[in-house]
């Protein structure tokens, strides 16, 4: 069975640094495709980040140059973070992994951890 735990997140100033993680079990992040999504207050879920399992990461427009999405194989474990946040990046944020190394296929959803970014 896939779990995915998010943690991280909470109240960060604009400008500041933001993290979050999501520890995988039951699926090897190493070797297949994890993503990031988050979810604006009011708005649909918004893709942000793939972490292929062979490849690079792909990053939306929205945060292209200021997200990194990295990930530890020795804990299983994906990362996403800024050292340069903005209020609109208040919002829910999900891991997913995906059923097929090149990110198609069925999703797994983590419980997603709340990021409010004050002004």
């Known amino acids: 069975e896939v779990e995915l735990v998010e943690s991280g997140g909470g109240l960060v100033q604009h400008g500041g640094s933001l993290s979050v993680s999501c520890a995988a079990s039951?699926?090897?992040?190493?070797?297949?495709?994890m993503q990031w999504f988050r979810q604006h207050p009011g708005q649909g879920r918004e893709w942000v980040a793939d972490?292929?399992?062979?490849?690079?990461?792909v990053y939306a427009i929205s945060v292209k140059g200021r997200f990194t999405a990295s990930q530890d194989n020795t804990k299983n474990t994906v990362y996403l973070q800024t050292n340069s946040a903005k209020v609109d990046d208040t919002a829910v944020y999900y891991c997913a992994a995906r059923r097929n190394p090149d990110c198609t296929g069925s999703y797994y959803w983590g419980q997603g951890t709340q990021v409010v970014v004050s002004s």
């Open positions: 039951g699926y090897n992040v190493t070797l297949n495709c």
């Open positions: 972490i292929p399992g062979t490849g690079v990461a």
